[in-house]
């Protein structure tokens, strides 16, 4: 079942199709990687999922890093050639992009929308059309993979059912700290002359004493000088992302 429904407002055109259909993939190599998280948007759309299956008496939805690859492939597909289609942008249908992330299941659905700015309003959007609102519903899906780029914006939904015998594995729950690489030796995220004293609290030590500090040479020569310090210097004020 497909369904695509196209209307305007103000200058976004806005886009959704949904698809369902029985697969029985044979798993191959490719699956994502254990620790990898979603996107804040993404996880909004997963939890929006599980609210209006609550609603119904369904169960929540697990994310599946497999799902999670199949959605993103078809995503960024899409956003590359321009094309808005499940099985007609020339990388197959859904059946076959969860075929190739490797997981292992049976029934799969997709939905996709472009236009949408927001996790809510693309939410909106599919639960006022039938075939969308009929797969977030569906009471046979276990596991949910959802990607989401800006351009467009354009969003994926990818449900199935698991094979009983392979657990899903789901991201972690902590939240997702992006690595700060400037100077930061306090753990704030910006450089501060509180840095700057910490590296000069390590002057003249060398790699051969008990106290010594990796991390204070910045410049690598075995060494705590001034040109650390100085290098930490030329960073104050500068921060990474919170």
């Known amino acids: 079942m497909s369904m695509v429904r196209s209307s ?3 200058a976004v055109v806005l886009a959704i199709a949904s698809a369902v259909l029985l697969a029985l993939p044979v798993a191959i190599a490719l699956a994502s990687w254990p620790g990898e998280r979603i996107l804040p948007q993404e996880q909004a759309v997963v939890d929006m999922v599980n609210e209006e299956r609550a609603k ?6 697990l994310v599946n890093y497999q799902l999670q690859v199949a959605a993103w492939m078809h995503n960024e597909h899409m956003v590359k050639t321009g094309c808005f289609s499940h099985g007609d942008c020339g990388d197959g249908g859904p059946s076959d992009r969860v075929k190739k992330s490797g997981y292992k299941g049976g029934m799969v659905g997709e939905n996709i929308a472009k236009g949408y700015r927001t996790p809510a309003e693309v939410m909106d959007g599919w639960m006022h059309s039938t075939g969308h609102r009929a797969n977030i519903l569906n009471a046979n899906y276990i596991d949910i993979g959802v990607a989401y780029n800006p351009s467009g914006p354009t969003w994926t939904q990818v449900f199935a059912v698991p094979d009983p015998n392979v657990p899903t594995v789901t991201p972690p729950t902590d939240p997702l700290t992006i690595p700060c690489d400037l100077p930061d030796f306090n753990g704030d995220r910006t450089v501060t002359d509180a840095d700057v004293d910490m590296t000069a609290g390590q002057l003249m030590l060398t790699a051969t004493d008990p106290a010594w500090n990796a991390k204070y040479d910045l410049v690598k ?5 001034v040109y650390d310090v100085y290098a930490v210097a030329m960073k104050v004020g500068q921060s990474c992302p919170k």
């Open 221 to 225: 020569d075995q060494m705590i000088n």
């Open 8 to 10: 305007r407002r103000g």
């Open 56 to 61: 119904v008496g369904r169960q929540p939805l």
